[in-house]
């Protein structure tokens, strides 16, 4: 039975994040499908079935920039979304070639980042996930706790949405999602290339937001200003914890609790 409320108190989640970061996220909410659906004026090119629609947004989050919120904003507002769940990869395997940082720091900023908004949230799926992890798991890890009375729309950028045929079980991508492919003025999937994607495609324009996570850490690391780029509640985090000082990520010096291995993009 899928919950009906938020919930309060400590958690099987909360075993993930056994720190003073940890309690802070306590009482995060993994997956809650009571948020009532908004209004479906501005939805994009969808059936309105009544069915609610989740949005999904993964990612390394290292860290979450402005890039990120926006694209959630617009999938919210013209999906008619009734909430997006933002999933931290727990350990990125595909980024090691540099430097990750510590999945409790990482969930900390994705938290400080959404956490004026009600209709985004923190999830864990990705970061409780034992063993390899990749974008088909997920998924089938946020069906298993929302059952099937709802619909997912997993959102990525074009780019990644162009690569999903050579990505883990991608066969098995279709029955458990639509994918939103995030494009901006100028980049866009034609017929042909939909037509080539095993899953389901809705593509949605943003307005440009001209940042990315190297960007920013590239831009602390020479002494430039994170103001526009990331949410200041972020920049306030990152530079009380001495984050990116050379322009790479920070691990954290106690135990981490990176226990899920994900990739968005060339997933293998």
């Known amino acids: 039975m899928m919950p009906t409320e938020r919930h309060k108190g400590p958690s099987p989640h909360d075993a993930a994040l056994p720190n003073a970061l940890g309690e802070r996220l306590r009482g995060t909410v993994l997956c809650d499908a009571a948020v009532p659906a908004p209004s479906s004026a501005n939805r994009v090119g969808l059936a309105d079935t009544g069915v609610e629609r989740i949005g999904?947004?993964?990612g390394t989050f290292d860290p979450i920039h402005n890039g990120h919120l926006a694209a959630a904003n617009e999938a919210l507002r013209r999906l008619g979304l009734a909430k997006v769940l933002f999933a931290p990869a727990g350990n990125p395997w595909q980024k090691s070639n540099r430097r990750v940082s510590d999945v409790k720091l990482r969930c900390e900023m994705v938290r400080l980042a959404i956490e004026s908004n009600p209709a985004f949230?923190?999830?864990?799926?990705d970061?409780?996930?034992a063993g390899n992890s990749y974008t088909v798991d997920m998924?089938?890890?946020l069906r298993g706790c929302l059952g099937k009375a709802v619909e997912l729309y997993f959102i990525a950028g074009v780019d990644a949405i162009r690569g999903i045929p050579s990505w883990h079980n991608a066969a098995g991508l279709a029955e458990l999602a639509t994918f939103v492919a995030v494009t901006r003025p100028g980049s866009y999937l034609d017929g042909p290339a939909i037509d080539a994607l095993p899953v389901a495609v809705v593509c949605?324009?943003?307005?440009?937001?001209?940042v990315s996570s190297t960007q920013?850490?590239?831009r602390l690391a020479a002494g430039l200003s994170l103001k526009g780029l990331v949410p200041q509640g972020v920049i306030d985090f990152i530079l009380e914890h001495g984050l990116y000082r050379d322009g790479r990520a920070e691990p954290l010096a106690r135990d981490s609790a990176n226990t899920g291995q994900v990739t968005r993009q060339g997933e293998k």
């Open 56 to 58: 999904v947004l993964g």
């Open 121 to 125: 949230e923190l999830s864990f799926v």
């Open 139 to 141: 998924l089938r890890g």
């Open 127 to 129: 970061v409780e996930h």
């Open 216 to 218: 920013c850490r590239e």
């Open 204 to 210: 949605l324009e943003i307005p440009g937001v001209d």
